[in-house]
T-cell receptor, first 113, second 115 residues
């Protein structure tokens, strides 16, 4: 089975802090994604990456950056956390060879106070 | 650009009753379509997917969905709902663009099951 692991399930950070959310997948998938989930808004794509060191903006990239130095790892960075970034963050991966299905991690609940 | 609409925010059904969750998509070509389920506090689990071929797709947990191109719909069905089906359900549409995959999700339908 594909496993997508998000390093932190629950985080509480202060406004202005730099926040790192880490994600690792174990299936050699070329595509990786970061989504944000908020009630009534569904999942919104923040950034995605289709190869090492490659990244593309999604629908809501403002206030976020990403890093993909290794194929299995995709990090989401909040340079200066703000209260409106309090949310559930979901990492995911996919591959053409696995039928383009997106596999999700269990999510990271971030609260910014 | 593709988009997905799930018109029902919240649905309540009785245990044992049939279920249909609606999903409409917008995309210029033949899309690939997914249904995912999310239990509270968890990530999303794939229920089923449609890429091509038979328009009636069987998934896990007794769910099925039918792709209707003429209606741009991909509705999820289950003949008899169990209390454990209470969760949030997301429809998604995927497309290849510029050599990479982009998947867009709907806003979700929350299912409540009553005894």
């Amino acid at each position: 089975d594909v496993k997508v692991t998000q390093s932190s399930r629950y985080l509480v950070k202060r406004t202005g802090e730099k926040v790192f959310l880490e994600c690792v997948q174990d299936m050699d998938h070329e595509n990786m994604f970061w989504y944000r989930q908020d009630p009534g808004l569904g999942l919104r794509l923040i950034y995605f990456s289709y190869d090492v060191k490659m990244k593309e903006k999604g629908d809501i990239p403002e206030g976020y950056s990403v890093s993909r130095e290794k194929k299995e790892r995709f990090s989401l960075i909040l340079e200066s956390a703000s209260t409106n970034q309090t949310s559930m963050y979901l990492c995911a991966s996919s591959s053409y060879s696995s039928g383009n299905t997106i596999y999700f991690g269990e999510g990271s609940w971030l609260t910014v106070v | 650009a593709q988009s997905v609409t799930q018109p029902d925010i919240h649905i309540t059904v009785s245990e044992g009753a049939s279920l249909e969750l609606r999903c409409n998509y917008s995309y210029g070509a033949t899309p690939y379509l997914f249904w995912y389920v999310q239990s509270p506090g968890q990530g999303l689990q794939l229920l089923l997917k449609y890429f091509s071929g038979d328009t009636l797709v069987q998934g896990i947990k007794g769910f099925e969905a039918e792709f209707k191109r003429s209606q741009s719909s991909f509705n999820l069905r289950k003949p008899s709902v169990h209390w454990s089906d209470a969760a949030e359900y997301f429809c998604a549409v995927g497309a290849w663009s510029g050599g990479y995959q982009k998947v867009t999700f709907g806003t979700g339908t929350k299912l409540q099951v009553i005894p």
